[in-house]
């Protein structure tokens, strides 16, 4: 079994409280047991819920053939420990567009692109990928109460308000949360909005084709011995998608067309007479047709492609809908198994154990914040690429503009998105007397009093010294983007991995602390853009926490310069012969994280301008970002709302003219690590809020690790206020 992304520390739960009662599970009912609604029950069990689907069906074979499983899709079931690759996904690796006549168009190596994206994208078995969440959601095994899956329930009514649920049988049940996961044709959606799904202008018909078939016919040998590839064919009007699944062995065929050449029910298994078939894509290619040729009558089905006015929203009192219910997908982009998966992610994020029943339609309005933007954009973007219910600029437009449709839908993990939504508005509750002190992307900070604002010190730091130990490495930018403070920062590409630095700084024989010094460690996120309210982008990495082990640089770099700083010990270690350097970061007593350097060796350093910081910014040749907030002084409305100060400084390269710039030749390192542990709250009752994020940071690979020693540090006099 492939394993699931790790973090980079051990994490613990320090949030419970010695005595305190168990919270009661909320009582939830998932209409429609397809990938969605078991999505979302896997990610409501998992949350300590008791959860139970109703499915109309008998399960007896799960309709579909094959299914996109997109990056955005494989990240979160991979958090829920869903593995697709486990069922015979296959990896997709190349893509290839044909004219209908057998030109090829163009072939794009999709490899070259994979480090774009955390997660890979496959190509499953539908059917394989269900079972595989039907088990996982009712295995005893696992975190939470196995999920009861009751077929051959019929609704017949749902009532928003009570979260009542009526079957065909006359049974009844009731719920705290309501979800409807039951596709296209949603009964559950009466219960929310009147829309009605409708016939767009196309169908398509779909096949599995044995790939030894393929490879045993000779027009279509050569075609059929290219593996991880999807093929498409297009004509004016219609087309044919051709990928692979099940280990590369089976063949799976969409024939897209206009809706009129085709005979369509509202039945997702219709068979389609072969001939019709053969009769719509009778101008394709030999190599296409002829595997169009070896379609099983059987198994081959013709259905609609369904559409639906978009709803005024996918919520009302206790009613959720997800999936296809919400917001049917065209398959041009691949996504509405995604977004479906998307959807109960989200819905599992918005309700951790202990939410009361009372609170569920606030939550609800949270996924709906979370998920109706996003799911109504992808859907149009699907229809954009199909042309369906558009205007002809808008599809001349979209032409051009796939690219961007994809990357809209790859870059996002709708755990971090959603998380940081239920985050914000827990932050935000009026009912709290929360106390904000930055770094404020963390959260309300339980720490010491505030004290009144001192002027800095500044004295000359031309004769004092650094030494910094840092590891750049490669990161999840989707978590990373839940850091920053604002709008106003985005990452410079929409990739979702994305490096960052964290170093170690020592500074000694600073005048201003009378000689002495102090040791810092900070974090910098590279590649980090700002637009500013006039419309200028600056550029370089972005500082979202500080720590330091002395309370007069800590509180001068946060309240004059806007350095994000909090306390904690940092223990250095060396030992030059051995070529070894280390870091031990602990508050009284309890150690949180560790840096380490081996192998060091002396290189000539390639720029002697003595730029490093006394403050710890990032390498010297960027310039950083750095967010400031300063609350209000008494004990009165201690609030967000009432901070005195609240704007982002931006700290130009170089960030002085007055650091000195002798410089010693820098040390390498490739075997350098860290890690960091997600102490509970009562040992780190002032930092747990910080420490329990980072160390959900995850670590793709070291880029660079430097110890580097630098007369002079620098004053920050170029600092501005954006």
């Known amino acids: 079994m492939a394993e699931a992304q790790q973090t980079n520390g051990i994490h613990t739960n320090g949030d ?69 690759e486990d069922e015979g996904a296959v990896l997709l690796k190349q893509t290839s567009f044909y004219k209908h006549t057998g030109e090829l168009i163009s072939t794009n190596d999709n490899t070259k692109y994979a480090d774009r994206w955390q997660n890979p ?41 009570t979260g009542t649920v009526t079957f065909q049988s006359g049974h009844q049940v009731q ?69 692979p699944c099940v280990n590369n062995t089976l063949l799976n065929f969409v024939c897209v067309h206009p809706a009129h050449l085709s005979d369509t029910s509202d039945d997702y298994n219709q068979r389609a007479p072969k001939a019709q078939l053969l009769d719509i894509y009778r101008e394709f290619e030999p190599r296409i047709f002829t595997m169009l040729e070896m379609a099983d009558p059987e198994s081959l089905k013709v259905y609609p ?73 992808i859907q149009n973007y699907s229809r954009i690429v199909g042309g369906d219910g558009i205007s ?51 959260g309300p900070m339980p ?22 130990a840092s590891i750049k490495f490669k990161t999840s930018a989707t978590l990373l983007r839940t850091l920053f403070p604002n709008p106003s ?49 600056l550029n370089g990495s972005y500082c979202p926490v500080m720590f330091e082990n002395l309370p007069d640089p800590i509180l001068s770099g946060r309240e004059e310069l806007g350095f994000p700083k909090v306390y904690s010990d940092i223990q250095i270690t060396e030992d030059e012969s051995t070529g070894t350097y280390g870091a031990r970061i602990s508050w009284r007593g309890a150690e949180w994280a560790s840096f380490e350097w081996q192998g060091l060796r002396k290189q000539e350093a390639q720029d002697s301008n003595g730029t490093d910081s006394a403050d710890a910014t990032t390498p010297h040749d960027e310039s950083v970002f750095v967010h400031k907030c300063i609350p209000a002084s008494g004990s009165a409305q201690r609030a967000k709302s009432s901070v005195d100060a609240e704007y982002d400084v931006f700290h130009p390269y170089p960030a002085s003219t007055s650091a000195g710039t002798d410089s010693k030749p820098a040390r390498h390192t490739t075997e350098a690590s860290f890690k960091i542990h997600d102490l509970d709250v009562k040992r780190l009752p002032t930092l747990h809020h910080i420490v329990s994020r980072l160390a959900e940071i995850p670590v793709f690979g070291i ?3 430097t110890v580097t020693e630098k007369k002079g540090v620098n004053d920050f006099s170029n600092a501005r206020r954006i």
Request: aromatic share 8%.
């Open 447 to 468: 720490g010491p009093r505030q004290d009144v604002l001192g002027r800095p010190r500044t004295d000359t730091l031309a004769a004092s010294s650094s030494l910094k």
């Open 121 to 161: 994208f496959f190509l499953a078995h539908r059917a394989h990928l269900h079972k595989h969440l039907k088990d996982v959601a009712m295995s005893p095994k696992g975190k939470g109460r196995p999920v009861p899956v009751h077929t051959s329930c019929k609704l017949t009514d749902v009532d928003a308000q």
């Open 703 to 705: 880029v660079e690790a």
């Open 175 to 243: 719920g705290d949360l309501v979800i409807g996961a039951d596709g296209v044709q949603s009964v559950t959606r009466a219960a929310v909005g009147k829309n009605q799904a409708y016939k767009s202008n196309h169908s398509a018909m779909r096949f599995l084709l044995p790939r030894e078939s393929a490879l045993a016919h000779p027009v279509t040998h050569d075609l059929a011995t290219v593996m991880n590839s999807m093929e498409m064919w297009y004509s004016s009007d219609r087309k044919v998608v051709v990928y």
């Open 305 to 377: 492609l369904f559409d639906l006015e978009t709803l005024p929203s996918f919520i009302k009192d206790r009613v959720a809908l997800i999936g296809d219910a919400a917001h049917p997908f065209t398959p041009h982009l691949g996504q509405g198994g995604a977004m479906a998966i998307e959807d109960g992610v989200s819905l599992g994020v918005m309700m951790p154990l202990g939410v009361r029943p009372d609170e569920v339609p606030q939550r609800l309005e949270l996924y709906n914040k979370a998920r109706y933007e996003r799911g109504t954009m």
């Open 392 to 442: 002809d600029k808008e599809r001349r437009e979209g032409q051009f503009r796939v690219h961007e449709y994809f990357d809209a839908a790859f870059s996002h993990d709708e755990f971090h998105a959603s998380e940081q939504i239920l985050r914000e508005y827990l932050w935000h509750q009026k009912d709290r007397n929360l106390y904000w002190r930055q770094p404020t992307v963390f």
């Open 16 to 84: 419970s409280q010695a005595g305190a009662a168990a919270p009661a599970p909320l009582k939830v009912i998932i209409i429609g047991g397809g990938i969605g609604g078991l999505t979302a029950a896997i990610a409501l069990r998992q949350q300590g819920h008791d959860v139970d689907v109703y499915e109309q069906s008998r399960f007896a074979n799960e309709v579909g053939a094959a299914i996109n499983m997109v990056p955005n899709a494989v990240g979160v079931l991979r958090r829920l420990g869903v593995h697709v």
């Open 489 to 537: 920062y985005r990452f410079a590409k929409p990739d979702t991995i994305a490096q960052a630095t964290f170093s170690v700084q020592s500074l000694t024989n600073l005048d201003w602390l009378a000689g002495g010094g102090y040791e810092v460690l900070g974090l910098h996120i590279h590649g980090v853009q700002y637009t500013t309210q006039d419309g200028e982008v």
